[in-house]
């Protein structure tokens, strides 16, 4: 049985099952579904607890059997958490995890916690396995655009809020240009605030005097940001990359392959094929196909050039070779790629698409 992380605590509150599947990567939400477990097998006399750390493919999988046939010495019910940092039993412990699953009696509660899982993955029989005897809880990271949202629920929770209207979603903006990418810091700056100031209505000020900067980039989400056409963000985002120490290659890896994904669509559309088969030759996937999508039919061939000509430059720039019409500095040079692209996505960059 699947669930959603928010849905737990009203399952929970109905009894539990006999194994938990957490799996996701994102660490705050994870560690928050993992303790209402934990909290809920307490109240339900589950006060003996054992833990076992897959280390890798040779870990001894039998007292991990062994534990959940044997009668508990001080409790009368047992709790085993099985933590499998890589998400990869191996061959072993996927038939280990496939008997736990069959054999477990009913008075012991297996929590299973697990990094985020491809598809091979949920599809395995161990996985396949504890969903189908349990409830497996998948963790989404929270995107940029819900996280306004997300803030708002947990500022609600402890007690405060923000205005009605502008002004309050102006301060969710801030709040969350703050802390993108990083939960646990968001988390912490929550609480801040709710030791800061009273329960209650905060204003902007309040928050900005508060909430440090604490955000971090990932370079693969940069396309969101670029392709929206969301200027602002797309530099905030370069700014925190470079800060962050992030190499100049795999951000113009990202923004070239954009460029090159917008020309390859654009060439298949002026020959005649219609968008879908255009964005699937492409193999122009996920957010990315609806953005662009919305991009290649207004994009004309020579634009779509000129991006792909921009790209070949900041390859240059990157690796160290210079040209007369553009900053020499790489970061300088991809800020300005980006805002091509962003511009070709409708933003009004002061960005130039051509190249000398």
């Known amino acids: 049985m699947q669930l959603r992380a928010e849905g737990l605590s009203a399952h929970l509150s109905k009894g539990l099952a006999r ?64 933590r499998i940092p890589n998400g990869k039993p191996g061959k072993d412990g996927s038939e280990a995890l496939q008997r736990y699953a069959q054999a477990a009696p009913d008075d012991v509660l297996t929590l299973v916690t697990l990094p985020r899982l491809d598809k091979t993955q949920l599809s395995s029989a161990w996985f396949t396995a504890l969903d189908g005897q349990g409830v497996s809880i998948r963790v989404e990271p929270v995107e940029r655009r819900m996280l306004p949202a997300w803030l708002a629920q947990r500022l609600k929770a402890q007690g405060q809020s923000v205005p009605e209207g502008e002004d309050g979603q102006r301060a969710l903006a801030f709040f969350a240009d703050r802390v993108e990418g990083n939960l646990l810091a968001a988390h912490q700056e929550l609480q801040k605030l709710a030791l800061l100031h009273p329960k209650g209505e905060l204003t902007l000020a309040d928050i900005e ?6 955000a971090r980039f990932d370079v693969f989400k940069l396309s969101e940001a670029v392709l929206g056409g969301s200027v602002p963000r797309l530099l905030r985002m370069l700014d925190g990359l470079e800060a962050e120490g992030e190499a100049a290659v795999l951000v113009h890896w990202t923004l070239a392959e954009d460029a090159r994904a917008l020309a390859r669509v654009r060439g298949a559309l002026d020959a005649g094929k219609p968008l879908p088969l255009a964005l699937r030759e492409a193999r122009v996937w996920g957010a990315k196909e609806r953005l662009i999508e919305r991009i290649a039919p207004r994009l004309d061939a020579t634009q779509a050039g000129v991006l792909v000509q921009a790209a070949q430059v900041c390859d240059g720039l990157v690796k160290g070779l210079r040209h007369p019409d553009w900053p020499s500095d790489p970061w300088a040079a991809l800020r300005r790629l980006a805002l091509m692209l962003a511009e070709a996505a409708g933003a009004k960059t002061g960005a130039v698409l051509t190249v000398r």
């Open 19 to 82: 194994i938990y599947t957490v799996h996701g990567d994102e660490p705050l939400l994870a560690q928050e579904a993992a303790d209402q477990i934990r909290a809920a097998a307490r109240a339900q006399g589950f006060g003996e607890r054992q833990i076992f750390i897959v280390s890798g493919a040779y870990f001894d999988w039998a007292p991990v059997l062994a534990a959940a046939q044997a009668m508990s010495l001080f409790a009368e019910r047992q709790f085993i958490e099985i």
């Open 209 to 214: 005097a508060a909430v440090m900067d604490v």
